[in-house]
């Protein structure tokens, strides 16, 4: 196997490589060799100067996120970083690919830095629940000022090294793959008479003080209400960066980073990162690359067959839509049209591209749309296979029975990152490897599904709004629930979200064993939802302000004997535990692979925040034992929503996490 990093000496320059695939990540075994190399070429009377490089397809991208759930092993970064910056002589960093979080911060530790055009940079340690913590908050700011920086840490985007601001990070560009290390290596020998240039020592994005407290300011009051902690603490680091002295600030940016690690805001963002990568690997006989998919027919006139035409207009492909009647076909296109302008109008796209992107599209017969496609996407009710070639997939997009392929976007289709992906009980192997690469294709997160029509989705949404409506029957006021699931994270709770949709639709839903319908209930009292002005809440003010309603309280009295059943500290673990019961439900019966891709289902697609993790995973780490017992303490006639199931028990019983919930 070859060295995780390998040194040469060419003209009296050390070449440190790092050689860690698939994204050079700065995982122990790395930093150990980084390290001692990096020891040896500055003992090395031979050399002069020392280029740290990656190999392969990027510079490091940042800290090897699976040792975050080992304990900490040194050499740490942050003491690498240091070696770096104190080395005397010169250390340039060569940049290529991703240069991110940790690999960011140690391509800023280095003395100078050069890059290819195409470098894209950044820190995304937020999304992860972290903060940069190799010194990025603070010789960031240092360099490019707080707002910058802070734009940066915050949001956490994959930004173009050659644009302003970020240019700023690199001293010299190179347009050529194929001419980086030579130029390199010349900008080595040019740093040689420059001599060493800490970043530590650098304060040009602090030279106007009072902007910079006024930033400070501005984004502390921002963050002060928003539930994720390193939000916060990002902010704190950079305003430490700004008061203290180098060292003093970095030894506040470690503190808060190791807090953010030991956090459950963290352990939740680092287990979606991994569970959406695993659920995009569906283990298939036949792999099919997104690529070999260029033309996507798409049948159907409504919103979901735009939606669709926008996506895949945006994901570069050729659409073919075919609509059954000619009249439809002018407006839907001028549909697509509009979404087009109102893009060039917000300024994401110009008028060349927009023009361009439509010529890729074209409305026409079924028969004819079909014709010269890859993948058929059938968008909407009734609409039958109809003459297209055996070997192209055609795969249903609509909420009916799947035979074959289902693809279950989470809705607006265009926006929205989920897509389920339904293996029917005839579908081909080779025809599951289609829609997954289709799905990729669209630049979306496909989750593998069994079942003959059934969602992920909609099977633990269906558990929430159960649990809910049960611990109505119990005796929980619906305000109380929302109040609590809001302050949980959910955006839009379960009582409002019914106002939205329709008390009259949703009430038409059947309660299980012993429950009341209480949407139906209000329904019948003549208080419909939000458009009417009165659901389970009362709207004032166009029907945009929702307020507790005690007549609704009494209504429900009158239906329900036991009126104080419920503890509001039991709201939200009787809430997971029902959703981690028909977690275990679903793997069992192999409609879902795994928990984790319950959990990703949830947050791409039914609004659970990552930084809970998705129901399984914040079940967990709410603590299995603890939701248990909520749910043993919970007396509804309806055994399927408390009564633990045996995976879930077996599961608290081996002292196991929730990720050896999987087939
Ligand atoms: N640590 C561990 N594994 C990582 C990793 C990392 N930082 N980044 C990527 N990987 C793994 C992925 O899990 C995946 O593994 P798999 O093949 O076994 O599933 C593999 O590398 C390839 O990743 P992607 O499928 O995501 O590949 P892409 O080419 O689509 O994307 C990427 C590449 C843009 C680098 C993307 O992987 C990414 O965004 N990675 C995370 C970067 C990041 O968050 N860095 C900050 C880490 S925290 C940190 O640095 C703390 C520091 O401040 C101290």
Not at 205 to 226: I, M, V
Not at 362 to 368: P, V
Not at 557 to 574: E, S, T
Request: with cysteine; charged share 25%; net charge negative.
């Amino acid at each position: 196997m070859a060295e995780v990093v390998q040194c040469s000496v060419h003209e009296g320059v050390a070449v440190v490589s790092i050689n860690h695939p698939p994204v050079n990540a700065l995982a122990w075994q790395v930093r150990d060799s980084l390290l001692t190399a990096l020891q040896c070429a500055e003992a090395d009377p031979e050399v002069r100067a020392i280029l740290i490089a990656g190999a392969g397809k990027t510079f490091p991208a940042g800290a090897d996120i699976a040792e975050f759930d080992t304990p900490r092993k040194e050499p740490w970064l942050p003491q690498i970083c240091t070696q770096i910056e104190m080395c005397r002589k010169p250390v340039v960093a060569e940049l290529h690919g991703t240069v991110l979080g940790g690999g960011f911060e140690l391509a800023l530790a280095c003395h100078f830095r050069i890059g290819l055009r195409s470098t894209r940079v950044g820190l995304p340690e937020v999304k992860l629940g972290l903060i940069p913590g190799a010194g990025g908050t603070q010789r960031t700011p240092r360099l490019v000022g707080a707002k910058v920086a802070l734009d940066m840490i915050l949001s956490g985007r994959i930004l173009p090294l050659d644009q302003p601001p970020y240019r700023i990070f690199a001293d010299r560009l190179v347009a050529e793959p194929e001419d980086l290390r030579a130029a390199a290596l010349e900008f080595c020998h040019e740093a040689v008479a420059k001599g060493p240039r800490p970043s530590c020592e650098r304060r040009e994005g602090f030279a106007d003080p009072t902007e910079t407290q006024l930033e400070l300011t501005k984004r502390a009051a921002d963050e002060a209400d928003r539930p994720e902690n390193a939000r916060r603490e990002a902010v704190a680091a950079v305003e430490a960066a700004f008061l203290l002295p180098f060292d003093a600030g970095c030894a506040f940016e470690e503190a808060a980073f190791a807090d953010l690690v030991a956090s459950d805001q963290s352990k939740a963002m680092r287990h979606a990162f991994f569970a959406e990568r695993r659920a995009a690997k569906v283990a298939l006989s036949v792999d099919q690359h997104p690529s070999q998919i260029k033309t996507l027919a798409i049948l159907g006139a409504g919103t979901l067959a735009s939606q669709l035409a926008v996506a895949a207009l945006n994901a570069g492909l050729a659409v073919r839509w075919g609509i059954a009647d000619p009249d439809r076909r002018i407006a839907a296109w001028t549909d697509v049209e509009d979404s087009f302008e109102d893009a060039v109008s917000a300024g994401d796209l110009t008028k060349q591209v927009a023009k361009d992107v439509l010529k890729r599209l074209i409305c026409g017969t079924m028969a004819d749309m079909v014709r010269s496609a890859d993948f058929v996407i059938r968008a909407a009710e009734g609409l039958q296979r109809s003459d297209m070639a055996e070997d192209v997939v055609c795969a249903t997009a609509v909420a009916e029975n799947v035979d074959q392929i289902g693809l279950r976007f989470a809705r607006p289709a265009h926006l929205s990152r989920l897509v389920e992906v339904i293996e029917g009980p005839r579908a081909r192997p080779d025809q599951l490897g289609s829609a997954i690469a289709l799905v990729k294709r669209l630049g979306k997160q496909p989750v593998h599904v069994r079942s003959s029509g059934e969602t992920i989705g909609g099977r633990m949404m269906a558990a929430l709004h159960g649990a809910a409506d049960a611990l109505v029957d119990l005796g929980a006021s619906p305000y109380d629930i929302d109040d609590a699931l809001t302050k949980w994270g959910l955006e839009l709770p379960p009582f409002l979200q019914r106002d939205a949709t329709g008390l009259r639709i949703v009430g038409r839903v059947e309660r299980h064993e012993g429950g009341m319908n209480w949407s139906a209930v209000l329904a019948q009292a003549g208080r419909t939802g939000r458009a009417s002005g009165q659901g389970f809440y009362t709207y004032l003010g166009d029907a945009a302000t929702p307020v507790h309603d005690d007549k609704v309280l009494m209504l429900f009295d009158k239906h329900r004997a036991d009126r104080n059943g419920v503890k509001k500290a039991d709201i939200v673990p009787l809430i997971l535990g029902a959703m981690v019961n028909e977690g275990a439900r679903l793997v069992d019966e192999h409609v879902a692979a795994s928990a984790s891709d319950i959990d990703v289902v949830m947050m791409a697609g039914h609004q659970f925040p990552r930084w809970r993790g998705g129901p399984m995973k914040a079940a967990e780490l709410h603590g299995l034992f603890r939701v248990i017992r909520a749910m043993q303490g919970a007396n509804h006639p309806d055994k399927a929503l408390w009564v633990p199931h045996p995976r879930l028990a077996a599961l608290m019983r081996n002292g196991k996490g929730i990720e050896a919930l999987s087939n």
